[in-house]
């Protein structure tokens, strides 16, 4: 597909693969880089470097907003990330205003915006949120870019994201390495729904080529596996036994900045939408093989 793609978080866990995912699909990718080192790092993938900062979106957004479409997948992880974030969306959205046509824009939710489930319940798209402290003021800038039509916008949702180096396969692995338990705010038997970071770039590119706009798409590959299960198979795989140590988070935690609450929700997720939607399959549609491509 021919389009030019700006990308936030272009060296993160999530936008590393997304930017890999276009450039392989013919997009000429443009991706927001804070420091000399990650404007480097975007080069090394094939994506070009635009310097800027989330935190000074004037730096940036008209740039983004004359491409054809934008992936937001930035984050500071900082105290004040909420208002960084919905600084830096209000001002896209104000760029937009200019364009003949509405800016596509596919905004990076979380899975922890939901509630936990229990039995045989399951998150769907129509499923209401019920945010983390931490992650509340993703609903609200939603709900902000939902309105108008100066963005033609899809909100993906990914549940916990596993890659070589990051996510719990790859935490509970070092663990295991380590010779220490794997220590969580989840207990064995809380479930986690999961997916692998390039299966979750390929949404990304699909998402884009979609015809439709205004959707709400969830990405989970793994539906939901214990916590206690997941760990079976990482000490099967690795022929020593993973210990699980149930944390909680403390009563001094500011929970407007507990980003690792969301571990404790257990949750199981329906992603029948997303792939009758826009017809995503993943590569990794099961526990065994997540942990046998991931666990290393």
């Given at each position: ?26 997009c000429r990718v443009i991706a927001l880089a804070r420091s000399e080192a990650s404007a480097d790092r ?255």
């Open positions: 597909m021919s389009m030019d793609v700006f990308v936030t978080g272009g060296t993160g866990t999530i936008g590393a693969a997304v930017v890999k995912n276009l450039i392989s699909k013919g975007l080069r090394a993938l094939g994506a070009s470097a635009f310097p800027g900062d989330l935190k000074n979106p004037e730096s940036w957004v008209e740039r983004a907003a004359s491409c054809d479409a934008v992936v937001h997948a930035g984050a500071t992880f900082t105290d004040d990330m909420g208002r960084i974030d919905r600084l830096s969306m209000l001002s896209l959205k104000q760029a937009a205003k200019h364009r003949k046509q509405p800016l596509k824009l596919v905004y990076t939710g979380g899975i922890w915006l939901f509630p936990s489930t229990t039995g045989s319940q399951a998150i769907t798209e129509k499923t209401a949120f019920a945010p983390i402290p931490a992650f509340r003021f993703m609903a609200e800038t939603i709900r902000t870019l939902s309105h108008g039509t100066d963005l033609n916008l899809v909100v993906i949702h990914p549940a916990l994201v596993c890659s070589l180096t990051e996510g719990p396969i790859a935490r509970m692995t070092q663990a295991l390495r380590d010779g220490v338990p794997f220590r969580t705010s989840a207990g064995p038997e809380t479930m986690w729904p999961l997916v692998e970071a390039n299966d979750l770039a390929s949404l990304y590119s699909l998402a884009l080529q979609h015809a439709r706009f205004r959707m709400t798409l969830l990405a989970s590959s793994v539906p939901g596996i214990s916590v206690g299960h997941l760990a079976s198979h990482i000490s099967a795989r690795h022929g020593a036994p993973l210990e699980i140590e149930t944390a909680g988070t403390g009563t001094d935690q500011n929970q407007q900045t507990d980003f690792d609450a969301g571990y404790a929700l257990s949750q199981r997720v329906d992603t029948a939408h997303t792939r009758r939607t826009v017809g995503w399959e993943p590569e990794f549609a099961t526990i065994e093989d997540l942990v046998v491509s991931l666990s290393r």
